[in-house]
């Protein structure tokens, strides 16, 4: 099984490791159980319905003034809590939205399982949660292929892989996972991450690769920190936010480029295409007026920003 089928299927597991990620971090993270978070994107100045697409909305929304947001606050950098509130890449992306379109972005954390259901019931206009684009969610399916809902459309907003986290200076010079044989890794136990170390240590061969396997990923990069092991993996927001925060910067860096790459997008139910559609063109339009680009660029992910909005471009 590729690391790209089992995240994008079982994205919990993902983010047991970037708790712990966020240990070392040292960010405060409250994970989201039931709707017990909520805060919203700032409100356009002046007139909303002066926005440049407030129009394409749908009139419920348009009368709402809001746009319910349905999101896991528990995956740094993407979308977390501090302090009370719901902080991250996602509402950032959200507060440019915003301003396209005139609304305000009402983020509520519940639980990741949970976040396509609350689109079918109505609870929730949206989900932007890191959420994986892939033909069996679009489709309503579970990982075995049977029908368990209607399906959700997908606009396409970050590029997202699996990237190596290396001692800062990159003192072994690890740029790919070919870079690792001979050497030792440290990783979080059960992860998608310890499968893929298990499947290159196969490619090694006789050049061994040795894996030391922790019940946290905080363990496994302290193990990277003192010299151990040459390298720990996350998702590549989460391995970037560690390169920033730990140790002030100076603990981490992300060694060479993300492998095994997939979209996430913001999902919406099949029957609000006009909602879509709009979302689709206030995204290009924050892409080409800069402010998508500078909230990549402030919380460290410029790498996983995406050319155009795409719909449904997961596979």
Same mark, same amino acid.
């Given at each position: 099984?590729?690391?790209?089928?089992?995240?994008?299927?079982?994205?919990?597991?993902? &983010? $047991?490791?970037?708790?712990?990620?966020?240990?070392?971090?040292? #960010?405060?993270?409250?994970?989201?159980?039931?709707? %017990?978070?909520?805060?919203?994107?700032?409100?356009?100045?002046?007139? #909303?319905? !002066?926005?440049?697409?407030?129009?394409?909305?749908?009139?419920?929304?348009?009368?709402?003034?809001?746009? +319910?947001?349905?999101?896991?606050?528990?995956?740094?950098?993407?979308?977390?809590?501090?302090?009370?509130? $719901?902080?991250?890449?996602?509402?950032?992306?959200?507060?440019?939205?915003?301003?396209?379109?005139?609304?305000?972005?009402?983020?509520?954390?519940?639980?990741?399982?949970?976040?396509?259901? !609350?689109?079918?019931?109505?609870?929730?206009?949206?989900?932007? !949660?890191?959420? !994986?684009?892939?033909?069996? &969610?679009?489709?309503?399916?579970?990982?075995?292929? *049977?029908?368990?809902?209607?399906?959700?459309?997908?606009?396409?907003?970050?590029?997202?892989?699996?990237?190596?986290?290396?001692?800062?200076?990159?003192?072994?010079? $690890? +740029?790919?996972?070919?870079?690792?044989?001979?050497?030792?890794?440290?990783? %979080?136990?059960?992860?998608?991450?310890?499968?893929?170390?298990?499947? %290159?240590?196969?490619?090694?061969?006789?050049k061994k690769l040795t894996i030391e396997a922790f019940?946290?990923?905080?363990?496994? *990069?302290?193990?990277?920190?003192? =010299?151990?092991?040459?390298?720990?993996?996350?998702?590549?927001?989460?391995?970037?936010?560690?390169?920033?925060?730990?140790?002030?910067?100076?603990?981490?860096? @992300?060694?060479?480029? %993300?492998?095994?790459?997939?979209?996430?997008?913001?999902?919406?139910?099949?029957?609000?295409? *006009?909602?879509?559609? #709009?979302?689709?063109? #206030?995204?290009?339009a924050t892409i080409k007026d800069g402010s998508?680009? +500078?909230?990549?660029?402030?919380?460290? @992910?410029?790498?996983?920003?995406?050319?155009?909005?795409? @719909?449904?471009? =997961?596979?």
């Open positions: 099984m590729t690391a790209s089928t089992t995240r994008r299927t079982t994205a919990a597991r993902s &983010r $047991i490791a970037a708790a712990g990620a966020i240990a070392v971090a040292g #960010a405060l993270i409250l994970t989201g159980c039931g709707d %017990q978070t909520d805060n919203s994107s700032s409100t356009p100045s002046g007139n #909303a319905n !002066s926005a440049p697409l407030f129009s394409k909305l749908p009139e419920k929304i348009q009368k709402a003034g809001v746009i +319910k947001v349905g999101t896991d606050a528990a995956y740094a950098p993407m979308e977390y809590t501090e302090g009370g509130k $719901i902080v991250g890449v996602d509402p950032d992306i959200a507060d440019a939205l915003a301003k396209q379109l005139g609304v305000k972005f009402q983020f509520t954390s519940g639980t990741f399982d949970g976040l396509i259901t !609350s689109l079918e019931t109505g609870r929730q206009d949206v989900a932007m !949660s890191s959420i !994986s684009d892939n033909k069996k &969610r679009q489709e309503g399916l579970d990982d075995k292929g *049977q029908k368990i809902g209607k399906g959700v459309d997908f606009v396409d907003y970050f590029s997202s892989g699996v990237s190596l986290i290396v001692k800062k200076g990159n003192p072994q010079n $690890i +740029k790919s996972l070919d870079d690792l044989c001979g050497k030792t890794v440290a990783v %979080q136990r059960g992860t998608i991450y310890e499968d893929t170390f298990k499947a %290159q240590a196969e490619k090694c061969g006789d019940d946290t990923d905080a363990e496994a *990069q302290t193990r990277v920190k003192a =010299g151990g092991a040459v390298a720990d993996m996350n998702d590549f927001p989460v391995a970037a936010y560690i390169a920033k925060t730990s140790g002030g910067g100076n603990d981490f860096e @992300v060694g060479g480029q %993300q492998s095994d790459v997939g979209l996430f997008g913001i999902a919406v139910s099949k029957e609000n295409t *006009q909602l879509r559609d #709009a979302l689709k063109e #206030a995204l290009d998508y680009a +500078k909230v990549l660029e402030k919380w460290n @992910v410029k790498d996983s920003a995406v050319q155009s909005a795409t @719909v449904n471009a =997961g596979k």
